[in-house]
């Protein structure tokens, strides 16, 4: 059964950090971009950040630039999230999602929905005091 699972969510006070987490299985990782994506309440789901297979490049949302860092293990067949000097802005659920390098094509494609195959259920993350 494919299956990604997103772990390391939770309540975090402004200027803190947090670590996701998005582990797959029923698959391997190797083969495909893995996007991170959020939702706030009441706003639309955004793409934040994405790797390319083998590391080759990353994209961030600009509001999350050099506080954010994508990574990717594959021998562990997980993709992580380090998220720094948070802010209230940045809450939302996290949910993480993998797609076929063949769907890729632009830069642009790789923080938009359609080119990704599989989705997580996500992990809440809340910034407050």
């Known amino acids: 059964q494919v299956q990604l699972v997103e772990s390391g969510g939770g309540l975090v006070q402004p200027g803190g950090s947090l670590r996701l987490s998005c582990a797959a299985s029923?698959?391997?990782?190797?083969?495909?971009?893995i996007g991170w994506f959020r939702q706030a309440p009441g706003k639309e789901r955004e793409g934040v950040s994405s790797i390319d297979i083998s590391d080759r490049d990353t994209y961030y949302l600009h509001s999350v630039e050099g506080r954010f860092t994508i990574s990717r293990d594959d021998a562990k067949n997980t993709v992580y999230l380090q998220m720094n000097s948070l802010s209230p802005e940045d809450t939302a659920v996290y949910v993480c999602a993998a797609g076929r390098g063949t769907h890729f094509h632009y830069a642009s494609d790789y923080l938009g929905f359609r080119p990704y195959d599989y989705w997580g259920q996500g992990t809440q993350v809340t910034v407050s005091s």
């Open positions: 029923g698959f391997t990782l190797d083969h495909y971009v």
